[in-house]
């Protein structure tokens, strides 16, 4: 059977090039970085040079670079080490309500310890009003959190517009831009941010591997202690063979981002056309053009449960994703869409296409040809489909 994945937002195949460039480090050149011996220096060399090329790709200092384990424990080392660490002159913290668990998790866990949280809505195509941020931060507020992409609906915040607000209040703002690097250009000095997170797995590297920038002068109380490494801000031997497929993956993805952008807009706007031409009463959540990773399509199709749809697409090969992976299994409809004031009935009938560097026009030329039936069929048997004749 034909295999269709459009799940990149929640994670993407490796790419052979990058595989290749981390072979080495797992069985020649296996030093630790913290040894002073050969095997040592060598290890430390593709930590430094991997370091400088992060740094380089957002417009960071290599000082700033602070490797991780992914997405989830940067945002983890973000919020907590930053909130800890300002404790006792600031005991506020700001995050969008429409943030990766990672992030909302993490204010939730503040908040159980005493921190007061703000969570700041959305209109409805995702976007974080600047005016709401500027109404809630105080002089109490330690650090603001608002992600770059939004997982789910793939709404590009306006970043410097909203970290510029925090600069008068000495708070920090920190993005969550795990959705961002490799797709649309990253630069620390022009977001305005102070501290950002990457994951390697979200642009064809390894799982497991991810990096926190933090600003020079910021400090955070670290969340493991051990020994020396990153600063002692992030303890633990280093993953070399994955820090080396981080930088791998940057670079490939940083070659051909302009062309992909444009490949992948294409192939958007050709999808959501077609379904939108034979399908009835399905909309796309989040902006259509402007303001949106391409990449991210999703719709919402009423009438109908977004999980059955997932099995039915799953039964022809084609791999969806509802709401957000971590969500999937409950019923819950997605926080995201809710928050963006989608209905709960919309919300529960969503579906997150995500395209990537291998998607083809055949995939969704496929897609296009299995959906209309799947979606037919779900409906004749949903009663609101009939209630509404
Ligand atoms: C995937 C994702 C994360 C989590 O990253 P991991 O490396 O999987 O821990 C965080 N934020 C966003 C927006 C994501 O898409």
New binding site residues.
């Given amino acids: 059977m034909k295999q269709v994945y459009l799940d990149y937002?929640?994670t993407t195949p490796m790419d052979e090039r990058v595989l290749e460039a981390m072979k080495p480090y797992f069985t020649e050149k296996y030093g630790n970085a913290s040894s002073v011996h050969h095997f040592g220096r060598e290890a430390k060399t593709a930590l430094e040079e991997t370091r400088e090329k992060v740094a380089d790709f957002i417009g960071a200092d290599p000082s700033e670079i602070y490797f991780t384990s992914?997405?989830?424990?940067s945002?983890n080392i973000a919020l907590k080490g930053t909130a800890s660490y300002r404790r006792k002159k600031k005991d506020h913290i700001i995050v969008s309500a429409i943030e990766?668990h990672?992030v909302l998790e993490a204010a939730k866990f503040l908040e159980k310890n005493g921190f007061a949280v703000d969570y700041l809505g959305t209109d409805l195509e995702g976007f974080v009003s600047p005016d709401e941020l500027r109404e809630k931060i105080t002089d109490r507020t330690s650090m603001v959190s608002i992600?770059h992409a939004n997982?789910e609906v793939g709404t590009i915040q306006d970043i410097p517009a909203l970290a510029e607000i925090t600069r008068g209040k000495d708070a920090v703002f920190h993005t969550?831009a795990?959705?961002t690097v490799g797709k649309i250009e990253v630069d620390v000095e022009q977001l305005k941010v102070d501290m950002l997170?990457m994951?390697a797995?979200?642009f064809y590297g390894p799982k497991g591997v991810?990096a926190l920038y933090i600003r020079k002068g910021l400090k955070v109380t670290p969340l493991i202690h051990g020994g020396h490494h990153e600063k002692k801000r992030r303890p633990g031997t280093e993953n070399i063979p994955g820090i080396v497929g981080f930088g791998k993956a940057l670079e490939l993805a940083e070659e051909n981002r302009e062309q992909e952008h444009h490949r992948l807009s294409d192939l958007a706007d050709f999808f959501i056309d077609q379904i939108q031409a034979k399908i009835s009463n399905v909309y796309l959540n989040g902006p259509r053009h402007e303001g949106r990773i391409p990449s991210t399509v999703n719709l919402s199709f009423e009438f109908i449960e977004g999980e059955s749809i997932i099995l039915s697409l799953d039964m022809k090969g084609i791999a969806v994703a509802s709401g957000s992976a971590c969500t999937s299994g409950s019923l819950e409809p997605s926080h995201v869409l809710r928050a963006m004031g989608v209905s709960a009935e919309l919300a529960q009938g969503s579906i997150r296409f995500s395209m990537g560097r291998f998607t083809t026009k055949e995939d969704l030329e496929y897609t296009v040809s299995v959906l209309p039936e799947i979606i037919e069929r779900l409906r004749s048997m949903s009663p609101l489909y009939h209630q509404s004749d």
């Fill in positions: 937002n929640s992914g997405g989830t424990e945002d990766h990672a992600m997982n969550d795990v959705q997170a994951s797995h979200k991810g």
